[in-house]
């Protein structure tokens, strides 16, 4: 049985108040014992020490959402998994679309910053996902597969025994239009069948996250399906009663 996971990914977003306010919320919201999901909260690297602080021995995980996928070296502005290490984290995102769209970031780099996490004993949380010119040509499933593909050709099928995917279809993040449960079901069944070609064990075993407009309102329909897992959550992780209530959603 995969165990549900819900990761909040803040983003560029809060300052020291208010970051330490909402750890402070979470903390307080998210602290039964009998929590069946994992939660996490993927911060800003400034922040990361009040994450390690905080978070410590409560009910949530932490992590980043970028790494460098160098070791070290003359890279300015860059951070390095060990650096991560050095904070306590569990987690990073790679391949965001954000950080594919905007940073330009190629399939082939995100593949080297989840090599590289994985050999720090992160755990990667891979995006993949289309735009909504690709989901309207048709090409939904080639660039998913093209962007799987480039990473299980660098680190191998057997490296997504310690991997986490997220599904976020570009043209649902922070746009409030979440893909329907069916829609999200299709990709990520299509995403576990792939893998599944490779080793039947990894796909039945692999964590596979849906985000895009994820809300405290829509979480419940979506996590009911069979190959959604949870959810990578963007704006709705930075409000402490929602981000809470999407985690409750996956218990
Ligand atoms: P929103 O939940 O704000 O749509 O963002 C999703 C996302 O990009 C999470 O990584």
């Known amino acids: 049985m995969r165990k549900k996971l819900v990761a909040g990914n803040w ?85 965001h679309s954000e950080r594919r769209m905007l940073y330009g970031e190629s399939n082939k780099m995100v593949a080297e910053k989840y090599l590289a996490a994985q050999h720090a004993g992160l755990i990667p ?38 991997a986490v995917i997220a599904y976020e279809p570009v043209w649902a993040i922070g746009t409030g239009k979440t893909a329907t449960p069916q829609q999200a079901q299709d990709i990520h069944h299509f995403i576990r069948l792939t893998i599944a070609q490779q080793n039947a064990e990894i796909a039945s075993d ?5 985000g895009g407009s994820v809300k405290a309102n829509n979480a419940a329909e979506l996590f009911v399906m069979p190959d959604i897992d949870g ?17 409750q959603a996956a218990n």
């Open 11 to 95: 983003k560029m977003h809060g300052n020291l108040k208010e970051n330490e306010a909402l750890l402070g919320a979470l903390i307080a919201g998210l602290s039964e014992p009998e929590n069946k999901a994992s939660y996490a909260v993927c911060v800003p690297y400034p922040y990361l020490t009040l994450t390690q602080s905080k978070l410590r021995g409560s009910a949530i995980k932490w992590g980043a959402q970028n790494v460098s996928q160098y070791e070290k070296g003359a890279y300015t502005g860059e951070v390095s998994v060990s650096m991560l290490n050095d904070f306590g984290c569990e987690f990073v995102i790679v391949g």
């Open 231 to 247: 959810g990578l959550i963007g704006g709705a992780s930075l409000v402490a009663e929602d981000f809470i209530a999407i985690c």
């Open 206 to 210: 692999l964590t596979i996250l849906y």
């Open 125 to 162: 949380i891979l995006c993949v996902g289309e735009t909504l010119e690709q989901r309207d040509s048709g090409t939904t499933k080639q660039i998913i597969d093209e962007q799987l593909k480039a990473v299980i050709s660098l680190a191998g099928v057997d490296s997504l025994a310690d």
